[in-house]
Structure formats: structure tokens, C-alpha cells
């Protein structure tokens, strides 16, 4: 299907047939960070991406842009784009990037993101002329150890007016302790050079865990990050919705249940003992909000159904809000989805997405955990 036509050439979707035209623009255009054939094939099959490629009369492709989605939130990226040498000041940069975001819009993306090295500066101009602006940097980004800038554009029609608060992201190290790593970037959010060392990651998570889960180690109890929260000298407090032992659906053996409830109980008292305030509601988008005005980190308990199609539980933290998207880093990045770190980092969900996807379980088990400097 053509997007555009300007009389010379058109933009279309990339089909199979496309793909050993799409490898020689990518061989003509980079030396390092390329994509392969197995690459092009999986993103022209899947709906989590958009390729566009640039033609002139006579099948002849100029140029290429991809762009790929991230399940579960309102965040598109533009992965790639490449023009051929000879092809270059026609014109089809902006086409391609111009068609690119109106698909990703029509799909209730709300902002696109990428990245550009940070030296390239004829780029980094093309991007700024259409719309993108500067909001971070990642250090040592591609093969060549080059830094990158991370630049983002508003793609949806409702002006930006978000609340940011500055929170370092921690990838988590472990299967298992996304719980810590969350909470790691909640404290270091409150206080500059906190230690967000894996020892310390490692230090919380057998401070908070429930021992077993569905199946393998246990992830973290609220209560026990928010106890390890109070014992390095930060004020914290739980939300639950429920005033019953946690994570026992999917828990088959008695044994495993009757000791995760006695972890459960034994975190009660300790909060009781230490007066930590303790909620049996849910945090709504509304408090959150209020929270993150506040000054306070506050970090959530997911369920991953909505970003990898799997039911876990999962602990984000929120970095932001606007009118219409919270903004949380993940601490997991999925190498199998071709993620990487800077997908993982003020990733913009819809409040009433976010809504559905903090309730895990059958029970619907909303938690979170306020955290705040005394």
C-alpha cells in the first residue's frame, strides 16, 4: 500500500521480496550494527514492527525505516533508517519517518523514540527539523563503543506536559529480583551515589523474599522491600488490596504454601513492630500522581501479560506521569525481543492500560510501595 507519492518515487510497506534490496542499502549505508536477513525477514512478519522502504519506478528501493513497538505500552522506536548514497537530499528521510510515525499513531502509539550517534550531526539535525528533541544520552552504546543521544517525539495529538522526576535505571541481574533492582532505582532516585551494586540487589532480595512462587526462587514480598526500604533510612509504606498471604495462586504443594504464609505473617508483625503504615487499598493513577508531586518514588507490581504475553508478577517503578501516560522503567530487558536497556527506561504506558495491567493473579492482587526521604 503506497503512503506517499512523490511523483518520482513512493513509500510502501516492505514485503519478503524486498529483502535482498534492504540488505544492500544496510551494507551500503553501515559498517557496524547491522541487520541481517534473518533480521528483515522476522520484522517484515511481525506486527510488533513496521519496515517502509522508499521506491523508485522500476522496483529500485532508495532507502528503508523500521520501526518497532513495544508490546504493552504506547511507545513506538525507530530502529533503522538508511538512505542509499546516491539517493541522499530527495527528500526521503522524511518522508519514510513522516509515514512511519502516522503508522505508529494509528496504532495508539503516543511517542517515538530513537537513537543517532552522538558525532552525527547531520542526523542529529534532521531529527531536530522534525520534531524530536534530546532527553538523555547512553554511554558506549554501539559496536564501536560511540555514545548515543536518545531523542523522543510526541507523535499523538495531546501536547507533552509530563511530570518527570529523575530515576536512574538498574537492570536487574538476576531472573528473580526485579523487586530490588526496582526498588534500588526508587532509593537512588532520593539520593544521589546510592549504592545500586548487584551485592546490595542481592542483600534486598533475601531480606524480602517469599522463599517460593509458581515455580523456582521467590520473587519479593511489598512488605519486605518495604522493611529493607526502612532499614536504610528512608520512609516507606505499603498499598495492597488484599490483607491475605500473597502469590499462593498457582502454588501447589502445601508445604511451599504453609511457608509462604508464615513469611507472610512474620512481615506483618515486623511492619506492625516498626510502624510501618500499611494500606489494604489500591494506589489508583490519581495517587500515584499525587506521590510523584510529592517528591516520592513510588514502584508497582505488574503482571506481565500486557508486555511479553506471560502472567508473572513484576516490579516497576514509576518515573513520571502526563495527561494521558505513566512513564516507568522496567529493570528486565528481553534480549529474545531484540530489547535493549533504552527500551526499558521511561517506558510510557496509557493510565487505563496501566490500570488493567497492575492486577495480577485471580485474585487481582494490586501492591505498591511508597518511598520517601525522612
Not at 76 to 99: D, E, H
Not at 210 to 216: E, H, K, L, R
Not at 242 to 251: E, K, Y
Request: aromatic share 8%; proline share 3%; glycine share 4%.
Amino acid at each position: 500500500m503506497s503512503n506517499t507519492n512523490s511523483g518520482q518515487w513512493i513509500i510502501r510497506e516492505a514485503t519478503p521480496a524486498d529483502i535482498d534490496q534492504l540488505l544492500a542499502i544496510e551494507n551500503a549505508c553501515f559498517t557496524n550494527d547491522k541487520l541481517s536477513r534473518r533480521s528483515f525477514r522476522r520484522h517484515i512478519q511481525s506486527e510488533l514492527a513496521d519496515i517502509f522502504v522508499a521506491e523508485m519506478a522500476g522496483n529500485e528501493l532508495l532507502a528503508y525505516g523500521l520501526v518497532l513497538k513495544q508490546r504493552g505500552t504506547r511507545l513506538a522506536r525507530l530502529y533503522s533508517l538508511a538512505v542509499l548514497p546516491s539517493a541522499r537530499g530527495l527528500g526521503l528521510a522524511k518522508a519514510l519517518m513522516q509515514s512511519l510515525e502516522s503508522a505508529a499513531s494509528n496504532d495508539e502509539r503516543h511517542y517515538m523514540r530513537l537513537e543517532v550517534a552522538k558525532n552525527n550531526h547531520h542526523a542529529i539535525k534532521i531529527y531536530e527539523a522534525a520534531g524530536y528533541s534530546i532527553f538523555g544520552e547512553y554511554l558506549d552504546y554501539y559496536e564501536d563503543h560511540s555514545d548515543a543521544l536518545r531523542m523522543q517525539k510526541r507523535i499523538r495529538t495531546m501536547p507533552a506536559n509530563a511530570e518527570q522526576r529523575f530515576t536512574p535505571w538498574v537492570r536487574q541481574r538476576t531472573e528473580f529480583t526485579c523487586g530490588p533492582a526496582a526498588l534500588l532505582m526508587a532509593m537512588a532516585s532520593l539520593e544521589q551515589d546510592f549504592d545500586v551494586s548487584l551485592a546490595h540487589e542481592i542483600d534486598i532480595w533475601r531480606e524480602a523474599t517469599t522463599v517460593y512462587m509458581t515455580s523456582g526462587l521467590g520473587g519479593c514480598h511489598p512488605m519486605g522491600l518495604a522493611l529493607a526500604v526502612a532499614r536504610r533510612g528512608f520512609h516507606s509504606e505499603v498499598w495492597l488490596n488484599n490483607d491475605q498471604p500473597l502469590f499462593l495462586d498457582g502454588v501447589r504443594s502445601e508445604h511451599k504454601k504453609e511457608i509462604m504464609t508464615t513469611v507472610h505473617d512474620h512481615f506483618v508483625s515486623q511492619c506492625q513492630v516498626q510502624q510501618l503504615p500499611l494500606h489494604y487499598q489500591p494506589l489508583t493513577v490519581a495517587d500515584i500522581e499525587q506521590y510523584l508531586r510529592n517528591d516520592c518514588a513510588v514502584i508497582i507490581l505488574v503482571s506481565t501479560y500486557r508486555l511479553d504475553g506471560k502472567k508473572s508478577p513484576h516490579w516497576v517503578v514509576v518515573t513520571g506521569a502526563d495527561e494521558s501516560c505513566l512513564f516507568v522503567h522496567d529493570p528486565h530487558v528481553d534480549e529474545k525481543e531484540q530489547q535493549a536497556a533504552i527500551d526499558c527506561q521511561a517506558i510510557p504506558i496509557a493510565k487505563e492500560d496501566f490500570d488493567k495491567m497492575a492486577a495480577f493473579g485471580v485474585q487481582r492482587l494490586r501492591a505498591a510501595i511508597v518511598v520517601s526521604a525522612k
